[in-house]
């Protein structure tokens, strides 16, 4: 059993992902993923929630939930995440809680930026909770940035994040070290992550990408993947009504271990700007 978890809960750092946003593509988030999972993905991308939220007064929070169920196959994973940024702030904050083959994960993360906004950092704390065995309390770090190399194009930018998991080692026998390298260019997504650089427990190349079509109702994005030799695709679909936003998504994981079933997983999300 323990095997298993840390295989899953921490080399992945989930099999199937905390949404659709970060299954569909690989899993891979360390430097792709900016949303209510952040927390426990990598907490240092919290700061960058309202990057995409327009010119908004410093006082207006932007405030983010959402949650995930698997609807086939045998990972029987169940989230919800919340995350919240206050505009022109450099901080960003979230919570969350997770229930993975038989293990409630409760948590929270912190981000801040440093220098001029690029670059931040970010930690965690998880109290992970297994049916069978002793609680542990885990503490992870991480940092992300930012670097413009195409000047002339505004979806020219590198973001790179690195994970340090398990500072303590209160569940794993060793900390885990994952980094990923993602880019925005012509309309694509594209995402490299490296879990578990040691190979402590499990080593995995991930790749994944996303492209986004606007529409008059919505957005749809998809995306597709893999996750080490495991294919990965899905789609969301993602509509605004001033300042609040919805989406839903479904994702596909293909699963090539033993007997177990190819996961399908299903996720909801919500999103406000509010001013106090």
Same mark, same amino acid.
């Given at each position: 059993? =323990?095997?298993?978890?840390? $295989?899953?809960?921490?080399?992945?750092?989930?099999?199937?992902?905390?949404?659709?946003?970060?299954?569909?593509? /690989?899993?891979?988030?360390?430097?792709?993923?900016?949303?209510?999972?952040?927390?426990?993905?990598?907490?240092?991308? =919290?700061?960058? =929630?309202?990057?995409?939220? %327009?010119?908004?007064?410093?006082?207006?929070?932007?405030?983010?939930?959402?949650?995930?169920?698997?609807?086939?196959?045998?990972?029987?994973?169940?989230?919800?995440?919340?995350?919240?940024?206050?505009?022109?702030? &450099?901080?960003?904050?979230?919570? %969350?809680?997770?229930?993975?083959?038989?293990?409630?994960?409760?948590?929270?993360?912190?981000?801040?930026?440093? %220098?001029?906004?690029?670059?931040?950092?970010?930690?965690?704390?998880?109290?992970?909770?297994?049916?069978?065995?002793?609680?542990?309390?885990?503490?992870?770090? /991480?940092?992300?940035?930012?670097?413009?190399?195409?000047?002339?194009?505004?979806?020219?930018?590198?973001?790179?994040?690195?994970?340090?998991?398990?500072?303590? $080692?209160?569940?794993? &026998?060793?900390?885990?070290?994952?980094?990923?390298?993602?880019?925005?260019?012509? /309309?694509?997504?594209?995402?490299?992550?490296?879990?578990?650089?040691?190979?402590?427990?499990?080593?995995?190349?991930?790749?994944?990408?996303?492209?986004?079509?606007?529409?008059?109702?919505?957005?749809?994005?998809?995306?597709?993947?893999?996750?080490?030799?495991?294919?990965?695709? %899905?789609?969301?679909?993602?509509?605004?009504?001033?300042?609040?936003?919805?989406?839903? /998504?479904?994702?596909?994981?293909?699963?090539?271990?033993?007997?177990?079933?190819?996961?399908?997983?299903?996720?909801?999300?919500?999103?406000?700007?509010?001013?106090?």
């Amino acid at each position: 059993m =323990l095997a298993a978890m840390t $295989s899953i809960a921490w080399a992945s750092p989930f099999q199937v992902g905390l949404n659709v946003n970060l299954a569909m593509a /690989g899993n891979t988030g360390v430097s792709r993923v900016v949303d209510e999972t952040s927390w426990a993905v990598n907490p240092a991308a =919290l700061p960058y =929630l309202d990057s995409a939220a %327009g010119d908004l007064e410093d006082d207006v929070w932007q405030k983010m939930i959402g949650g995930s169920i698997d609807v086939a196959g045998d990972t029987d994973i169940t989230t919800l995440n919340l995350a919240a940024k206050q505009f022109g702030r &450099p901080y960003g904050m979230g919570l %969350g809680y997770i229930d993975v083959f038989d293990t409630e994960i409760i948590g929270v993360g912190f981000g801040r930026t440093f %220098g001029r906004g690029n670059v931040s950092w970010g930690i965690n704390y998880m109290n992970m909770n297994p049916d069978a065995g002793d609680n542990a309390n885990v503490l992870s770090a /991480g940092i992300y940035g930012k670097w413009d190399y195409d000047q002339d194009a505004a979806t020219g930018v590198l973001r790179y994040g690195a994970v340090v998991r398990d500072l303590t $080692s209160d569940f794993l &026998p060793k900390r885990i070290y994952d980094a990923g390298l993602a880019t925005t260019y012509a /309309g694509l997504d594209v995402a490299f992550d490296l879990v578990d650089i040691s190979d402590e427990v499990d080593r995995v190349w991930r790749c994944g990408v996303t492209k986004t079509f606007a529409t008059r109702s919505g957005d749809w994005t998809v995306g597709a993947g893999l996750d080490d030799n495991d294919l990965t695709a %899905g789609v969301n679909y993602a509509w605004s009504d001033e300042n609040q936003s919805f989406k839903v /998504g479904l994702a596909w994981h293909e699963v090539d271990e033993g007997d177990a079933d190819d996961d399908i997983l299903a996720s909801v999300g919500y999103a406000r700007n509010l001013g106090f």
